[in-house]
Nanobody, 125 residues
Framework: QVQLVESGGGSVQAGGSLRLSCAASGYTYRTNCMGWFRQVPGKEREGVAAIYTGGGSIFYAGFVEGRFTISQDNAKNTVYLQMNSVKPEDTAMYYC??????????????????WGQGTQVTVSS
């Protein structure tokens, strides 16, 4: 099993910044990709960003528009999501996920095997 623990969520005003962290433990060798996803009540979970932990290839959803940056610290088995210039529509529960993913599916939440418990991000206008 792979365990994922997110942290760093909270409340922020529009235009501000937050950094989310996701610490992975366990059988991480079973995964090659970690991603950030978000979900609001009544809507499907959507991909935000993903990073291939071996080669470092990165993918972003279109709505990120250069505002978010995904990065990793391999020594700490941790992936980060730096969120800048946040908007009220970024309000959601943010989840970290890990899996053995083909590149074309990096932002497909239904194909990831392991999930964290989520961290709430609330952006006020």
């Amino acid at each position: 099993q792979v365990q994922l623990v997110e942290s760093g969520g909270g409340s922020v005003q529009a235009g501000g910044s937050l950094r989310l962290s996701c610490a992975a433990s366990g059988y991480t060798y079973r995964t090659n990709c970690m991603g950030w996803f978000r979900q609001v009540p009544g809507k499907e979970r959507e991909g935000v960003a993903a990073i291939y932990t071996g080669g470092g290839s990165i993918f972003y959803a279109g709505f990120v528009e250069g505002r978010f940056t995904i990065s990793q610290d391999n020594a700490k088995n941790t992936v980060y999501l730096q969120m800048n210039s946040v908007k009220p529509e970024d309000t959601a529960m943010y989840y970290c996920a890990a899996g053995m993913m083909r590149r074309e599916y990096a932002l497909r939440p239904d194909l990831y095997n392991y999930w964290g418990q989520g961290t709430q991000v609330t952006v006020s206008s």
